[in-house]
């Protein structure tokens, strides 16, 4: 409960009905904009994995999966996605998608270790996507490039609602500020990461911090990503490390930054073995996806994930993610959030 942000004389600016409505609105719009602007089609995807395969995506690598086990397959057990970061690669392979074209899709996860507050749930749903690319983009510029091309998609959604729903005004920045974790650090050394997210994104309303994962020069990364989806490792051309980054806006609702999406340029074979090797998990080099990406045979590709509840969650201007999901909440949030106002559905 103490992660509870309680915003004062909180009132929800649509009722049940037309949150419901809104929600439709911004996921039906929004998912054909990001499709057109980077030429994605819509694939199909699984809820669970087998464990064992290094499919499933190892988040900051201490979060456990749900599992289970499947009785027609001798009580071999499967694991809940964190996300679709690897197997989306493999899909790519598997469709023989050409470069400049790519795939997106409808994932939704349990996080049982999320701690819980108004944009963490244990329910977790995004528009996974991932486009393949050729060596000459795996650059910053390219990866620039593609996060202007979704934040323009996500000024045409905030536009559509804010037309539908007038007592909606716009929040976000006509452009989006782009800075390196590292630059970030430098100028607040002496506050956290979570911090700095806050004083930057206040000031400029919407952005794209680079370098996730990466040690940055106190020797700590900004924030933990797993090693063997995004390339964080790689020198770019602005000398610092890293072809990945977080999307944060500034959330007046909740006075706090937010998180839409996290994506990345993904690694080729030098930074999967550069970054392994760093992270102590050489190991994972046997398992089904590595070997497929060492032996050549998945495409160089590009990709994140963009949280829809989150989206909705702040073009709908609300204060709790659980005014546009249904999951669970401990009976203390629940009563809490009734007497501020905050109908959970």
Avoid at 148 to 166: D, P, V, W
Avoid at 231 to 241: Q, R
């Amino acid at each position: 409960m103490s992660k509870l942000i309680k915003p004062k004389n909180y009132k929800a600016l649509l009722d049940l009905k037309q949150t419901e409505q809104g929600i439709k609105l911004i996921k039906e719009f929004f998912q054909q904009n990001l499709s057109t602007e980077l030429r994605l089609r819509r694939v199909t995807a699984p809820l669970f994995v087998l464990q064992g395969l290094g499919i499933n995506d190892d988040l900051n690598g201490v979060e456990r999966a749900v599992t289970f086990p499947i009785k027609d397959l001798g009580d071999q057990k499967a694991e809940v996605v964190h996300s679709l970061a690897k197997w989306k690669r493999l899909t790519l392979a598997e469709y023989g998608i050409e470069p400049g074209y790519g795939i997106y899709t409808d994932m939704n996860a349990i996080r049982a270790d999320e701690e819980l507050d108004n944009i963490h749930s244990l329910y977790v749903d995004q528009w996974d996507w991932e486009r393949v690319i050729l060596p000459k983009e795996r650059t910053l510029a390219f990866l620039k490039k593609v996060v202007k091309r979704i934040y323009s998609a996500m000024l045409r959604t905030e536009f559509n609602i804010c037309e539908q729903y007038t007592q909606i005004q716009p929040q976000l920045n006509e452009e989006i500020f782009f800075i390196h974790a590292e630059e970030l650090r430098q100028l607040w050394p002496d506050k956290t990461a979570k911090e700095r997210e806050d004083l930057i994104t206040r000031e400029k309303g919407s952005v794209f911090i680079i370098g996730i994962g990466c040690p940055l020069g106190d020797g700590q990364p900004h924030d933990l990503r797993a090693p063997d989806y995004d390339d964080y490792s790689t020198i770019a051309e602005n000398g610092l490390p890293g072809l990945n980054g977080d999307l944060l806006v500034w959330d007046s609702i909740l006075g706090r930054s937010l998180e839409l999406s996290s994506m990345g340029i993904r690694v080729d074979k030098e930074a999967l073995l550069r970054q392994l090797h760093d992270s102590g998990l050489e190991a994972r080099k046997e398992l089904f996806f590595h070997k497929k990406l060492l032996n050549g045979e998945l495409p160089l590709s590009i990709g994140g994930g963009i949280g829809q509840s989150r989206l909705c969650m702040f073009f709908l201007h609300k204060a709790h993610i659980g005014e546009v999901q249904a999951s669970l909440w401990p009976d203390s949030m629940r009563e809490e959030c009734r007497r501020m106002g905050i109908r959970l559905i």
